[in-house]
Each structure stands twice: as C-alpha cells, then as structure tokens.
C-alpha cells in the first residue's frame, strides 16, 4: 500500500499562532483527506483535496499531486483546535484510504 | 442528519465471547467500511462492501467478519474475542469508489477486551 508520513508528529502552539502541517506519501493517489480527531475520538472531515486548494474559514489546504505532498494550514490557532490531525490518501484502483500516524496538536492560551 | 451512524459507543468483552458492531448510514451511500485504530496510530481497513451482497477484506480481516444485506446497514462481527482486537472501531460510507469523493465517518466504537 502507499506510504503516509506526516510532519511534525508533535505540535505545541500558542493560541494566535499560524502552524503548517505536511503529509508526503509515496504513490499517485486519487483521494486525499485531511481529518481533525478531536479530544472525544470524532473524526472530523476537514478537507477533500486530491489536487489544488481549499479554504474553510481559517483552515486551508494544499496538495500538489505530482509532488506527492498537501500541506494543512491552520491560522490564528485556538484551543479547539487541539487533536490530531490526518491526512488519508487512496491510491489507483485501490477500495481504502491509508491513513498517516498523524500531528498531534496542542494550542495552549 | 444523521449521517453514520454506530452502536454501541462502548463495550468491554471478555476473551472468548463474541459480539456484533452496528453501523448504518442514511446517505444512500453504496460503499461502505470497517476500520480499526490503535493508541497512537491511524487507522487501518478491516473490510469493505461496493454495494449490497458483496463484500472484500481490507488490510487487517484476521478474526472478523462482515455482511451487506442492506444498502444502509454494515455490520462487523468478532468471533472469540482477543485482547489484540482491543481497539476503537469506526465505520465509513462513501456514495461511489473511494477516489471519487470524500469518505464519512461514525463516531465510533471503543471496545476493550479482558
């Protein structure tokens, strides 16, 4: 299957600041999604970015599929943002995402 | 809206029993899926069904097993439950082949076996 790496595993960051997570993966992929698990184990569906960019209000999210990476922007952090992040990519031909381990991120106030 | 929908939220088993988890989903959606997380990961796919009456194992299928009578329901079942299947368990659905819009996903099901 396609090998999912996500950058930094950890995340620490003051509320107000701007923080760039990156998800590099192996293969074309047809699919990329970005997911926020917050504190109570939900997963959020974020973006469905196979190529392009996005924006949902301080969320953006980039993925250059012939360089085989997306980048989850997130500005004017707040502590709701806390939890982890994935990235899940699906490759050609393929039935399932393959999900990244994930950023952990702690906005602290 | 509904959306996915998975029972029970929790369940602590004892090794050797068996049990079934519920997932269903409202959306009229043809794929459906199994995953299972452990601490510290990502998820991994367990099964998966195209539409009622088929169904295919994912990358993890040891120790469960899946139907698709419905196009609504999806149900996982274990068989002589063991401590390694202790993990939270979410359900997906997405309306056509994965790489054709995004996946949806339960809240999931977090179950320990002792």
């Known amino acids: 299957g396609i090998q999912v790496e996500q950058s930094p595993p950890d995340l620490i960051l003051q509320e107000g600041a701007n923080s760039t997570l990156r998800c590099n993966f192996s293969?074309?992929?047809?699919?990329l999604q970005w997911f926020h698990q917050n504190p109570w184990g939900q997963l959020i569906n974020l973006f469905y970015?196979?190529?392009g960019t996005k924006q949902n209000g301080r969320l953006s999210a980039t993925t250059v599929a012939t360089e085989r990476y997306s980048l989850l922007y997130i500005s004017s952090s707040q502590t709701t943002d806390s939890g982890v992040y994935f990235c899940a990519v699906l490759g050609p031909g393929a039935n399932n995402l393959f999900f990244g381990t994930g950023t952990r991120l702690t906005v602290i106030p | 809206n509904a959306g996915v929908t998975q029972t029970p939220k929790f369940r602590i088993l004892k090794i050797g029993q068996s049990m079934t988890l519920q997932c269903a989903q409202d959306?009229?959606?043809?794929?459906m899926y199994w995953y299972r997380q452990d601490p510290g990961m990502g998820l991994k796919l367990i099964y998966y069904s195209v539409g009622a009456g088929i169904t295919d194992k994912g990358e993890v299928p040891n120790g469960y097993n899946v139907s698709r009578s419905t196009t609504e329901d999806f149900p996982l079942r274990l068989e002589l439950a063991a401590p390694s299947q202790t993990s939270v368990y979410f359900c997906?659905?997405?309306?056509?082949?994965?790489?054709?819009?995004?996946?949806?996903f339960g809240d999931g099901t977090r179950l320990s076996i002792l």
């Open positions: 959306m009229n959606h043809n794929y």
């Open positions: 997906a659905s997405s309306y056509r082949a994965s790489g054709d819009g995004p996946q949806h």
């Open positions: 970015i196979p190529s």
């Open positions: 293969d074309s992929v047809n699919n």
